[in-house]
Antibody, heavy 120, light 108 residues
Framework: EVQLVQSGAEVKKPGESLKISCKGSGYSFTSYWIGWVRQMPGKGLEWMGIIYPGDSDTRYSPSFQGQVTISADKSISTAYLQWSSLKASDTAMYYCARRAKSYYYYMDVWGKGTTVTVSS | QSVLTQPPSASGTPGQRVTISCSGS????????VNWYQQLPGTAPKLLIY???QRPSGVPDRFSGSKSGTSASLAISGLQSEDEADYYCAAWDDSSYVFGTGTKVTVL
């Protein structure tokens, strides 16, 4: 079964750093792009960026460029989303999702999400 | 701020047909395929329609998608209580994947 398993909920203080993870299984992890999507409380979906674990090619949404870092460790089939200095406005649910292997752009498999709460 | 605009809400009684619109521009819907995602309460989004009108395996055929020009639509025919969810359109735009503003479907 194809799965993306995300790390558990996090509670952090403003200014702290954080790295959350997304582990793929049931498919060739290095052959599919993995994207990250933010959903702030009560709000819609926002695409943050995407990485190709095979060669770590990474693309960011202009809205998130410089705000977060996306990385991957193909040896353990895991993608990451990290912050160097969290803000209260980073409080959200974060989903990882796999881009389908297709000429067309769509996300066919989603993780269950990681809740990040940033509060003093 | 999303570049794909959807109505905030839609509703219908069981068995009715509900349609959700998604309005974009020439840089996204006008030139790229549209996808739709369903987000049931408290769960992760799920791919519902891809490439304008294709259903992934397991998605009931009461869900259908269409596209014309810079707009797209999702139709739910034979509305069921389990269809109560948020629905998002999405497409590639220039250098980013963009989601619609989302539509909450309520089954009356």
């Amino acid at each position: 079964e194809v799965q993306l398993v995300q790390s558990g909920a996090e509670v952090k203080k403003p200014g702290e750093s954080l790295k959350i993870s997304c582990k793929g299984s049931g498919y060739s992890f290095t052959s599919y792009w993995i994207g990250w999507v933010r959903q702030m409380p009560g709000k819609g979906l926002e695409w943050m960026g995407i990485i190709y674990p095979g060669d770590s090619d990474t693309r960011y949404s202009p809205s998130f460029q410089g705000q977060v870092t996306i990385s991957a460790d193909k040896s353990i089939s895991t993608a990451y989303l990290q912050w160097s200095s969290l803000k209260a406005s980073d409080t959200a649910m974060y989903y990882c999702a796999r881009r389908a292997k297709s000429y067309y752009y769509y996300m066919d498999v989603w993780g269950k999400g990681t809740t990040v709460t940033v509060s003093s | 701020q999303s570049v794909l605009t959807q109505p905030p809400s839609a509703s219908g009684t069981p068995g009715q047909r509900v349609t959700i619109s998604c309005s974009g521009s020439s840089s996204n819907i006008g030139s790229k395929a549209v996808n739709w995602y369903q987000q049931l309460p408290g769960t992760a989004p799920k791919l519902l329609i891809y490439r304008n009108n294709q259903r992934p395996s397991g998605v009931p055929d009461r869900f259908s998608g269409s596209k014309s020009g810079t707009s797209a639509s999702l139709a739910i025919s034979g509305l069921q209580s389990e269809d109560e969810a948020d629905y998002y359109c999405a497409a590639w735009d220039d250098s980013s994947y963009v989601f619609g503003t989302g539509t909450k479907v309520t089954v009356l």
